[in-house]
């Protein structure tokens, strides 16, 4: 070696140690850290996601989490962690901003205080670390698992879920088939145990508040099926679904509520079994009503949640991307019913109201799969609706999106969304039944000219700094308030209505999202007689489920073209929206309200 090539080599070596050291923001001697640098170095090199991890030797022991370090992207080294925005990674087009959990770097969840157990919820992982593709469609011609709403189901068929539920829960508490195993699966993905892939691994998923709500539910209730169906050696079984929605269906199923069956749950509200009428807006503080009140207040918000919300960001939740903070916007039917029923299951009297009550526990009871076997079969409904809605499907990175899951065999397998949008594929169906809400359309509280006195009476008094009405964002909610908002189009023609929906779109911010926290919506309502949940100026409800985060930011988007119309109040050049919180007062901030108009 000549001396030129001497120096020049100890001078690439001393750079090299340099990157190192100033790549890893935790002094850390573990290889892990190294390799993981590497990796990732190569995986940016490449442009795309690296499926290959360095390690496997994730446990269920927590202090594992200690040995977890964090690095930079090379490229932009001498940025901080915070200045790596989605816009300075992805210069190129065409590379995929698919979410995809970083499995190997599980860590802990965070969850709500006082929380009555401490879960650390990272699956155990295969080792060595194998992970298959999913590609078990079902057969053309294989008969389809049927999933029927319970209250059609008889004693035998129910005995079948019993006993699916009792294997699983007699199954090792490290079997990834055991029960509480499941739920892990749900509270991993929910309270933040999975990092994004790099460079974004300060950010962490959360599948709720988000487009990826209903499919990564679709899979994982659809991994439970095979799981139980295996147990039970019964391949054709099929997770019966908890219908809320129907008159029949409307209260805990009774299979549920029997204290010698699995299906029974202690961590449930004693209050809330069945003959008693499930409450589809409740909450902590609710008043019951009587049974016949009770369902036609169900029916009517079921329409709103279902009907109403009429494009696929109010319905399904927001666009959430590869480098994108969490939670960007909640859809209306996983704030309520999903939401609701959640918290209406759980015990009231405890912190989170667990176990349904809170996500780091909610699947740790059994009615949480006939809840989201529900859910699932809403969101098939909702695309049908109008003579088929559009969701997402036209969207790369949705379909592309990952999650990872245990089969019956114990194989860890990758899914994407692209793969569950045919439920046929997957080889179930859901039975129809009627839907008694799809013609449950609202009617306003007061005839138009009594409307629009309270209009005028309220805008000359908005003038006034003596009065509720505000204009000054952000603000906390710690009391009733009204707000004018500027329609920025005015009588809009039958084709502009097909076309876009006029949305009202609340940004929260400061939102305690460890807190129980509930505010309603209403439009030109009457502040001091505000209208029930059966009437068109109550729009609708924002109700968050405990996540464990201190603080939380996400929208609430209510679509508001056909309410406007029953009002008669298209002609009107702004809005009064009127928010009234009705649990956690001051826990919740609203940076903002705006009118905008969103392409169907
Ligand atoms: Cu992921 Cu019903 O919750």
Not at 495 to 518: A, N
Request: a neutral charge; charged letters at 25%.
């Amino acid at each position: 070696m000549s001396p030129f090539s001497r120096v020049l080599s100890t001078f690439f070596a001393l750079i090299i140690v340099l990157f190192f050291l100033i790549n890893t923001t935790t002094i850390s001697t573990s290889f892990f850290t190294y390799t993981s640098v590497f990796s990732h170095f190569l995986a940016t090199f490449h442009g795309k996601n690296n499926h290959h991890y360095s390690f496997n030797d994730q446990t269920d022991q927590p202090n594992l989490s200690l040995r977890r370090s964090t690095w930079r992207n090379p490229f932009i080294a001498f940025k901080g962690i915070n200045d790596i925005s989605p816009s300075s990674v992805f210069t190129k087009k065409n590379i995929s901003r698919a979410i995809s959990p970083d499995i190997a770097k599980c860590g802990p969840v965070e969850l709500p205080p006082n929380a009555i157990t401490l879960p650390y919820c990272c699956p155990i992982l295969p080792s060595p670390l194998k992970i298959i593709d999913f590609k078990e469609f079902a057969k053309p011609n294989a008969p389809l698992r049927v999933r029927k709403p319970i209250h059609l189901l008889d004693d035998e068929y129910m005995a079948k879920l019993e006993k699916g539920i009792a294997i699983m829960k007699s199954l090792p508490e490290n079997d990834p088939r055991n029960n509480i195993q499941q739920a892990k699966v749900h509270c991993v993905y929910c309270n933040g145990g999975y990092p994004q892939k790099p460079p974004f691994q300060n950010l962490k998923i959360d599948i709720h508040r988000s487009w990826l709500f209903y499919p990564f539910h679709r899979w994982y209730i659809y991994f439970f099926e095979r799981i139980l169906g295996n147990l039970i050696g019964d391949p054709n079984f099929a997770v019966p679904y908890w219908s809320w929605d129907s008159i029949e269906g409307m209260q805990m199923p009774k299979y549920f509520a029997n204290p010698n069956s699995s299906l029974y749950h202690h961590l449930r509200d004693p209050r809330h079994l069945p003959p008693y009428i499930v409450d589809l807006n409740y909450h902590v503080n609710a008043e019951s009503t009587t049974q016949d009140q009770q369902v036609k207040y169900n029916l009517a918000f079921m329409y709103k949640q279902m009907v109403l919300a009429d494009t696929k960001e109010v319905f399904m939740g927001g666009v959430y991307r590869h480098g994108d903070q969490a939670q960007p916007a909640i859809g209306s039917v996983e704030l309520a019913p999903h939401n609701t029923v959640h918290k209406w299951v759980g015990r009231a009297d405890l912190p989170s109201q667990e176990d349904m009550g809170t996500f780091y526990t909610a699947a740790r009871d059994p009615i949480f799969y006939p809840h989201h076997s529900n859910l699932d079969r809403l969101w098939g409904i909702w695309t049908s609706l109008d003579g088929g809605r559009k969701d997402y499907r036209d969207d790369q990175d949705w379909l592309d999106s990952e999650f990872f899951f245990y089969d019956e065999n114990l194989n860890l397998v990758r899914v994407n969304i692209r793969d569950s949008l045919d439920t046929k594929k997957l080889g179930y169906v859901y039975e129809e039944v009627e839907l008694p809400w799809l013609n449950a359309s609202p009617k306003p509280s007061r005839s138009k000219l009594q409307r629009q006195e309270k209009k005028a009476s309220l805008l000359a008094s908005s003038q006034d700094p003596m009065t509720t009405t505000i204009t000054k964002f952000p603000l906390v909610l710690d009391s009733k308030v009204s707000v004018v908002v500027n329609r920025p189009k005015k009588l809009r023609s039958k084709l502009e209505k097909e076309r876009e929906e006029e949305v009202l779109v609340m940004e929260i911010v400061d939102l305690h999202s460890d807190k129980d926290v509930k505010f309603d919506v209403h439009v030109d309502d009457d502040e001091e007689m505000l209208s029930g949940p059966d009437k068109a100026e109550f729009v609708g409800t924002f109700t968050s489920v405990p996540h464990g985060r201190h603080k939380s930011k996400t929208k609430y988007l209510v679509a508001i073209s056909k309410v406007l119309e029953i009002l008669e109040a298209e002609e009107d050049e702004n809005i009064v929206v009127t928010l009234a919180p009705i649990v956690g007062k001051g826990l919740v901030s609203i940076g903002s309200i705006m009118v905008e108009y969103i392409p169907k």
